[in-house]
Every structure is written in structure tokens, then in C-alpha cells.
């Protein structure tokens, strides 16, 4: 097979309006085990998303936007169910931005061609999804020519970001449901702390290799940034993905307003998908009842749920958009508040 038939199947978008949950989840609850856990988490997600006061963090980890959940995730941007995002990198470059510039993912086999044959056809796989490096490292060099028009000075992730969906929307490309894009248009922060570690990391590395004068990336902006959204917000609802830093970075900034003397509550919500186990004493699976102990998450209203993502996140969003407490809910525009900061600093 030549390269461009093992790039034939495009890789599609689960549209979660297309389809209503609520009676699956309602069902659910009558069951057991995860199933049951399911249900709860999602009857927490729309107490979340009707609680007028209450700032809606989600988080990202793991190959999620490559994976066919990019539009689901999209459309909660851009029906404010979601206020600001801490995300792997890879979720939000190397996947979205990428899909945003007009290339696409593609449908393989976990063991359907041989990797040392991918290699040679220049095509990464991500277990049973290809993708073409070729693409791939043009998304690295626009990465490289977005830091190539910004004042050489250090900036957090959200402010870069920032800079990818204003360079998405000035081409006009491909940016239906862009997570990017759509947090750029809504004013939504996206906060990548370990933001080098994906293709970012690649251009930034060629803009700083070719430029004596050059911009950085300072991730302690990002925390002191999100931080300052959580002063602001006071009640706050997490909603995570798999776990990682996303998950840490999120739950810690409860302690950095204690550590400044501005104590602001617990997060009121906490939801997290995950596969992870909690017995390797490992962030990822830790329990959101041990987050409590260190004064991070309320166990009011907090649901583990033992599931792939893939699996479980067009449920919960199908849920939540037709049960419709997001059309009730107003855009809180953080961007704007941390351009304020960032312009008196």
C-alpha cells in the first residue's frame, strides 16, 4: 500500500445534537457500577451548568481532539458550557489547530500496517489513527511563523493561543469547529502548561534556534493567569478528561489564592473521566475525596467515572445540550479580564 492509500478513511466528528442521551443516561441510573457513576456525573454536569455563579473549567488530557470528539468539545465553547480550558498540548496543537489549518486525521488499525513501514510513508499513528507528518510539520512551522509576528517577551500559553486562533480566523481556514478558533471568537481561555511538549515545542524551538531576539513561553503566567480567573469566579465547576497536569494544574489553584491571602472555596464540582487507577498513587487516577484532603475539590458534588472518554463524553454533552441549561448561561469572557491584567501589570 502507498501512502496514499493508507490516508484514505477520514477520521469524523461525533455531532452530539444529532442524537438525545437523556433517556441512555436517565436508565443508567437505575443500573450499576459505571453505568450508574455515569449518570450522576452528568446530572452534576447540568447542576453545573445551571448554577449561574459557577465558572465552568474544563480539562484536557490524552489524544482526545484526534479522536473524533473535537466537535463536541467545540460546541461547548461555543455554547458558553465552558468558561476556560487547561489542556495538554497535543489536544490543542498537534489535533485542532492542526484540523483547523485543513488537514485531517485518518481512520487505521492498531497493527493493520507495519510501524517500520509508517515510518518510511511518513505517517504517525496514534494506536488505531494516522496521521501525516508531512502536515504535521507544517503545523510546526506555522506555530514557528505565529511567533515570528509577536514582540519577542515572554508570554503565558492563553496569550499564544490566543495569537493561533487570531492566525486561523485571518485565513479563513478550516475552522468549523475549532476548538481554537471557537475559544478565540468567544473570548475563552485555553491554558496549555506544558506547552513545548507537542508541536509547539517544534516551532518554538526553530523560532528561538533563528531569532537572537525571541518570544518565551512563562508556564508560571499560566498558573498565576488561571489563578487569577479563579479569584475572580469565586464557585467554580471542573469538568476533566483523563488527568495528567491538566488535572493538578486545575485543582491547585484553589491553594494559590489561600497561598496569597485571597482564599477563595473549594471547587464546588468535580467531575473526572478517566481509565487511570488510583492504587500506583499516581495524580491521574487519584480520587477527587483526595483532592479534598488537600483543600482542592468539595465532595458535595464530585463523580469519578472509570471510562474512555470516546466513550463516555458524547453522552454527557448530548445530555447537557438538550436539557439546555447552557442557553441560560451568559459568556463570562475571561480573555478580556486577563488582557486587562496582563495591560496593567
Known amino acids: 500500500m502507498n501512502k496514499n492509500e ?21 436508565a443508567y441510573g437505575d443500573m450499576a457500577f ?152 468567544k473570548d475563552v481561555p485555553i491554558f496549555c502548561p506544558a506547552f513545548s511538549d507537542c508541536s509547539a515545542g517544534f516551532g518554538l524551538v526553530h523560532h528561538q534556534w533563528n531569532n537572537e ?3 518565551t513561553i512563562d508556564s508560571v503566567a499560566d498558573f498565576r493567569e488561571l489563578t487569577r480567573i479563579k479569584l475572580e469566579a469565586g464557585d467554580t465547576g471542573i469538568f476533566m478528561l483523563g488527568g495528567g497536569v491538566p488535572k493538578n494544574f486545575t485543582q491547585d489553584v484553589v491553594v494559590a489564592t489561600d497561598i496569597l491571602g485571597e482564599e477563595r472555596p473549594m471547587h464546588k464540582y468535580a467531575l473526572q473521566v478517566t481509565v487511570a487507577d488510583e492504587r500506583d498513587g499516581a495524580l491521574s487516577g487519584s480520587t477527587l475525596q483526595e483532592a479534598c484532603s488537600w483543600g482542592k475539590v468539595d465532595t458535595a458534588f464530585e463523580q469519578m467515572v472509570w471510562g474512555e472518554a470516546t466513550l463516555v463524553l458524547p453522552l454527557m454533552v448530548s445530555d447537557a445540550w438538550h436539557t439546555g441549561h447552557w442557553k441560560q448561561r451568559v459568556a463570562r469572557r475571561y480573555n478580556r479580564l486577563l488582557a486587562t491584567s496582563q495591560a496593567t501589570a
Not at 44 to 65: F, H, K, P, Y
Open 6 to 26: 493508507i490516508l484514505s478513511d477520514v477520521l469524523r466528528h461525533v455531532d452530539v445534537r444529532t442524537f438525545d442521551a437523556r433517556p441512555l443516561i436517565q
Open 34 to 185: 459505571q453505568a450508574r457513576n455515569l449518570s450522576r456525573a452528568t446530572d452534576i454536569l447540568n447542576r453545573m451548568l445551571a448554577d449561574r455563579d459557577c465558572s465552568v473549567i474544563l480539562t484536557i488530557a490524552g489524544s482526545l481532539c484526534s479522536a473524533g470528539l473535537k466537535d463536541a468539545l467545540a460546541l461547548m465553547v461555543e455554547n458558553n458550557m465552558v468558561d476556560a480550558i487547561v489542556s495538554t498540548g497535543a489536544n490543542i496543537v498537534d489535533q485542532d489547530f492542526f484540523e483547523g489549518m485543513g488537514f485531517r486525521h485518518y481512520k487505521g488499525a492498531p497493527h493493520a500496517v507495519d510501524d517500520q513501514k509508517l515510518r518510511e510513508l511518513g505517517i504517525d499513528r496514534i494506536y488505531d489513527t494516522y496521521i501525516d507528518e508531512d502536515e504535521l510539520r507544517e503545523c510546526d512551522m506555522a506555530i514557528a511563523e505565529i511567533a515570528g509576528t509577536l514582540d519577542p517577551r515572554a508570554y503565558s500559553s492563553r496569550e499564544f493561543i490566543q495569537a493561533m486562533g487570531a492566525w486561523l480566523d485571518k485565513r479563513g481556514l478550516g475552522c468549523e469547529h475549532s476548538l481554537v478558533h471557537a475559544a478565540w471568537k
Open 213 to 215: 531576539k525571541h518570544l
